[in-house]
Structure formats: C-alpha cells, structure tokens
C-alpha cells in the first residue's frame, strides 16, 4: 500500500486488504504513520500479487473515503481471519478501519491488458 509523506514522498507499506463490494478494507493501529498520511491526504495505492506470480498483479488506485474507529475490532478480526484463519491477537491498542473508494486500476502479467477507470 502507497501512501504520502508530508513532503510528498511515497512510502509503501505491506498491509492486510479484503476486497468488499467495489471498495477495499484495511485496517490500522491508531498509532501507525501511515493512518497521519491518510488523515492528511487521503490518495492511497494498493498492490496486489497473483499467489506466487509476482509478474501478475493488479494495482489499485483510489482515496480513502472513511475512516472509522474499529469498535471491537471486528474489521481486524476480520482481516486476521482472512489470512491466518484466527482473530487478531493483539487485544491491547486501538484500531482505525479505513474504506478505499478504487477510481481505476491497472494489471500486468496475467492482468497485463487490464488499464481500467473504476465502475
């Protein structure tokens, strides 16, 4: 995931998504650097992989429409289920969920003649 630096910068950062109806979840803790640049600028970038097929993968672009304090952390829950098939352990710090709204998306390898405006 890409986002802004104050200076403009880019930064990327791994990060668990689920796709949900046309939008994207991730979710943080309250005290990541990356939920200061979405607050700021809220234009965001997600790469994802085919499985083992790094050469195939998709790229999306968009802006986070909503963020959301993860009451329970369910949408961590959520995500941690996804990829580990267990709730997230840490029980501690607070979450911040975030909606990304996809305004287009590009594709190589597999995807390679995928350069689409989000519909």
């Known amino acids: 995931m890409g986002t802004l630096c104050a200076d403009g910068t880019p930064v990327s950062t791994a990060t668990w998504y689920v796709w949900d109806d046309g939008q994207v979840l991730i979710n943080m803790d309250e005290g990541r650097v990356r939920l200061k640049h ?4 809220p234009r965001v ?3 994802a992989f085919a499985g083992d097929d790094w050469y195939t993968h998709v790229t999306l672009i968009g802006r986070v429409t909503e963020l959301r304090d993860d009451e329970g952390l369910a949408d961590i829950d ?3 289920t996804h990829y580990t098939g267990d709730p997230y352990p840490d029980r501690t710090r607070a979450r911040v969920s975030a909606w990304i709204e996809i305004e ?5 390898g597999a995807m390679r003649d995928s350069d689409q405006a989000a519909t």
Do not use: E, I, K, P
Not at 38 to 41: M, V
Not at 104 to 108: I, K, L, N, S, V
């Open 104 to 108: 287009r998306w590009h594709g190589w």
């Open 78 to 80: 959520r995500l941690a």
């Open 45 to 47: 970038t997600l790469t």
């Open 38 to 41: 979405l607050r700021r600028d």
